[in-house]
């Protein structure tokens, strides 16, 4: 597959690749992905700080969709479920949960409670199914999704079709050209765009332009919130993981006690914290919480 692709900044206003590959090449590339990730990758554990880490990043999404659901409302659709945590969370909580991936070894690693839950295969054959079977559900999460796929677009609507009336999408992406990025590589503590990673992520999304798709595909934006933008480790020369790798396990280490300290203090007060850094444009992540419209 060509990774010489350019990159254009789009009518929504995010950046993506002019010519993305086509659905064969891109199945052919992660088909390898998956066997690399199954011999290699997932075999790793994870240290305590990162479960608690991914135990509050759900417990905050959590808190911010109960703002907007009834008490009733518990079947979560989980696209791209990975490892299972999201979906060991909210199993946990008593909801009906479903998870789409295509391949379940992360989950049989981490969270095997979890693999009776999940539908194995091409996700998109699996939303097309549930729409066909009128399917609905009250939450559904795209987790690090979106910017994989070539049609975003057409996603973002059919997730518009399997969500009940009074749901919430939540979408987790990547904050990519952002105004910290953007100043690093002004200021020269950068020398390139390290962040676009090709094939593999064929959309670079900002949080105007994420809320701009996601208006077109018959959403509306509730709530959005970020985590401990890293990348502030790259304007210290002692911390800079991208002039030297060697930096780069204890600035990952930092950013999970960061986060999981001011999560201890208060979640509601973390939530607002991590939603002032996301109105700013920064955060190394967007999580947009959507409402749907009440006509497409």
């Given amino acids: 597959m060509n990774k010489n692709l350019k990159i254009i900044k789009n009518k929504f206003g995010y950046c993506e690749v002019e010519k993305k590959p086509s659905q064969a090449e891109l199945g052919e590339f992660y088909s390898k992905k998956y066997y690399q990730e199954s011999m290699g990758a997932y075999q790793n554990e994870y240290s305590a700080d990162e479960i608690r880490y991914f135990d509050n990043k759900n417990q905050e999404k959590h808190f911010v969709i109960q703002k907007y659901l009834a008490s ?8 791209g479920c990975g490892e299972g945590w999201t979906l060991k969370y909210f199993k946990r909580l008593g909801w009906t949960v479903t998870g789409l991936d ?4 992360g989950c049989r690693r981490h969270n095997p409670d979890c693999l009776e ?3 194995v295969g091409d996700f998109a054959d699996s939303i097309q199914k549930f729409i066909h079977l009128n399917r609905q559900f009250d939450v559904i999460c795209l987790d690090n999704v979106l910017e994989h796929v070539t ?3 057409k996603l973002l609507k059919q997730c518009r079709q399997l969500i009940n009336p009074d749901g919430v999408l939540v979408v987790e992406v990547p904050n990519d050209f952002s105004v910290l990025q953007r100043y690093l ?3 020269k503590y ?3 765009e390290f962040w676009v990673v090709l094939p593999d992520h064929l959309s670079y999304f900002n949080k105007d ?3 701009n798709l996601a208006n077109a595909a018959g959403w509306e934006s509730a709530f959005v919130i970020t985590e401990h933008p890293v990348d502030f480790n790259l304007l210290n020369e002692n911390t800079n993981y991208y002039k030297d790798k060697s930096k780069g396990a204890s600035c990952h280490k930092a950013r999970l006690e960061i986060d999981n300290l001011i999560h201890a203090i208060s979640v509601e ?3 607002n914290y991590f939603h002032a850094l996301a109105e700013l444009g920064l955060g190394r992540q967007i999580v947009a919480f959507l409402r749907p419209k009440e006509t497409l």
């Fill in 72 to 79: 009733t409302a518990k079947s979560f659709l989980d696209v």
């Fill in 102 to 105: 295509f391949s379940d070894f």
């Fill in 117 to 119: 839950n999940i539908v």
């Fill in 151 to 153: 049609e975003p677009l």
């Fill in 185 to 187: 590589l002004e200021k």
């Fill in 190 to 192: 950068l020398e390139n």
């Fill in 209 to 211: 332009g994420l809320n």
């Fill in 269 to 271: 007060k973390a939530i």
